[in-house]
């Protein structure tokens, strides 16, 4: 298992099960990008023949954790024992014995100590013995965090960025990353910041705590106890179409612990992310050898091989996640995660393609996930149709007769699909009923739904009546809207939206971050905080801003001038896209 999420079974051959690793380790480390919410602090003492472990777990960064079990485990390296496998008689890492408890991390800046003391074997040697710190998830047994005992013994930093990915879709532009650095220690610390491995020849800058001078070069910045900086990292890139990656690094001079995060450039294309769920069959080809024509950059990500699906980490920053499913019926095509996962990115303004005829016969996740998200009100499954129409006029069927070939005629197994009230139907089956819908979301986000398998149609029938085509036409109308011009720091977004507050909770003030789409812009903008029971307490911001990320304070103060009381609070963002609302906890 790899972080408790990703299993792998068999070790032969040898080599295949290697690359298999590795992969998956490099997914996971792509997918966090090698960051936790989660920080621990630990020490250990051996007095006699007892050995006691303390481990303070703080969350770091505004997210819901659940189910949460922190562990101390206890083990012995060069322990003999006669004779084991291929002859060995020393063994490392043996465990010896553990403790652990359920806690409880719900806001940021929480801390959480665990201390235990074990008793030592006799036959134990102390100076052998070591401990290790981890936190796990017991609902999905994903590990949150782990450390090597004494191997955190101060507090020093958060760091987290907002994105890890950014795409430059027309080249010759900017790639812009938004980070934030929280001195969690209680002195002040010194923190340097600087780019890390280079994006090949493109040049790179960053923004540091509302300063508008660039640094290209190490520089530092000095934080007093839990306050924090924001900064921006911009790349600046020319007229190649290819990926590149990059890092940026902080370090901290109380502890010397630097974090060097890994960061993406897709430049010249727009950012695709491939999901190939097709049981393994390997029915996915014509869909790689589409994006392959059109010219476009992607990164697949091959479920079976992995060994799970991908996060919403992994997918948020992708302009389009496209999900490819088999012609062969597949148990559970989308799980419950799957499904959450994909509204989150939708409710973020994503773009989404599904190629499916499996989905709607074993559907799981939350209902509205076909209703709301897909567009589809209601269904019929297994219409056994062999050929699709495009709508006439519409940007992804006009024009379009599609034989589909199944290879074996009782694999036809695609559904009709009826239109909710914002979907669109681009076409149909030859009596006339709906098979593939485009949905455009109240809040900001497009999906397409094709409820037949991709790679049933031809991929040389002459234009428009091939995979590379349809494919073109359906990332056509789910294009994301760019800014023309992101000189100011401002972030090609999809929908307006709230990034969150810090701290939170807070007292007596606290930072929200919120981002404007082009098109959020282009209309009035009100940022409000309300309370419980729904009445607005304090009018932030009422009128225009720009496109972009901005930072709005609060301090705790109503409209009248008078201090709230503590508790629950609301931040909610009107835009011409929507509402949007976060939650906010005032503590005195």
């Not at 019926?329 to 303004?349: A, E, I, K, R, S």
């Not at 094709?450 to 149609?457: K, Q």
């Amino acid at each position: 298992m790899i972080d408790g999420i990703q299993d792998f079974v068999g070790a032969s051959p040898c080599e295949t099960m290697v690359v298999a690793y590795r992969d998956g380790l490099n997914a996971r480390i792509a997918e966090t990008g090698g960051l936790s919410p989660v920080a621990i602090m630990s020490d250990s003492e051996i007095a006699g023949n007892q050995m006691t472990v303390t481990a303070t777990y703080r969350l770091v960064e505004e997210v819901t954790l659940n189910n949460l079990r922190a562990t101390l485990l206890i083990y012995e390296d060069n322990v003999y024992w006669c004779c084991g496998y291929g002859g060995a008689d020393t063994w490392q890492h043996t465990t010896r014995d553990l403790y652990d408890e359920s806690i409880t991390l719900e806001n940021f800046n929480d801390e959480v100590t665990v201390e235990h003391t074990f008793t030592l074997g006799g036959d134990w040697d102390p100076a052998e013995m070591h401990a290790v710190a981890y936190l796990q998830n017991t609902a999905t047994k994903e590990m949150v965090q782990a450390q090597k005992i004494g191997y955190g013994g101060a507090f020093d930093y958060s760091l987290w960025f907002d994105n890890r990915m950014d795409s430059v879709p027309d080249g010759n532009g900017m790639a812009i990353f938004m980070g934030t650095i929280v001195n969690l220690a209680d002195q002040s610390d010194t923190i340097t910041l600087e780019p890390g491995d280079a994006f090949g020849d493109w040049p790179v800058d960053f923004l540091v705590c509302g300063d508008d001078t660039p640094y290209s070069g190490p520089h530092d910045i000095v934080l007093g106890p839990e306050e924090m900086c924001e900064f921006t990292v911009r790349v600046h890139t020319d007229a190649a179409v290819e990926i590149r990656d990059g890092s940026f690094v902080v370090t901290s001079d109380a502890t010397g612990r630097a974090q060097e995060t890994d960061l993406q450039v897709y430049n010249g294309s727009y950012s695709i992310f491939f999901v190939d769920d097709d049981d393994g069959r390997g029915d996915h080809a014509p869909f790689i050898n589409a994006l392959d024509n059109l010219g476009v950059l992607y990164e697949s990500y091959d479920v079976d091989a992995l060994g799970a699906s991908p996060s919403y980490g992994k997918m948020k920053d992708f302009d389009y996640v496209l999900w490819h499913h088999s012609f062969w019926f597949q148990p559970d095509p989308l799980l419950d995660t799957d499904v959450v996962n994909l509204m989150n990115y939708l409710d973020n303004g994503g773009s989404f393609y599904l190629a499916s005829q499996a989905f709607l016969n074993d559907p799981l996740g939350p209902g509205e996930f076909i209703t709301d998200y897909l567009g589809v009100a209601s269904y019929t499954l297994d219409a056994e149709y062999i050929d699709v129409v495009g709508v006439e006029g519409d940007d992804i069927g006009d024009g379009l007769v599609l034989p589909l070939d199944y290879t074996i005629p009782s694999l036809a197994k695609g559904d009709v699909i009826q239109p909710g009230p914002n979907a669109i139907v681009n076409m149909r089956d030859t009596e006339n009923q709906p098979v593939c819908l485009a949905h455009d979301l109240t809040d900001g986000g497009k999906s397409v739904f094709m409820a037949f398998p991709f790679n049933t149609i031809s991929e040389t029938d002459p234009d428009p009546n091939n995979t590379a085509t349809v494919l073109q036409r359906v990332l056509d109308w789910l294009q994301p809207q760019v800014p023309a011009n992101v000189d100011d720091g401002a972030v090609a977004l999809l929908s307006s939206r709230i990034e969150g507050a810090r701290p939170n909770p807070f007292n007596p003030r606290t930072e929200i971050a919120i981002r404007l789409s082009n098109a959020g812009a282009a209309g009035p903008v009100e940022l409000a905080i309300y309370n419980l029971e729904g009445r607005r307490v304090a009018n932030l911001v009422d009128g225009s801003m720009s496109a972009g990320r901005h930072t709005v304070t609060w301090t705790g103060v109503s409209d009248a001038g008078a201090p709230v009381e503590s508790g629950v609070y609301f931040v909610r963002l009107t835009t011409v896209e929507g509402v949007r609302s976060d939650k906010l906890v005032l503590l005195k």
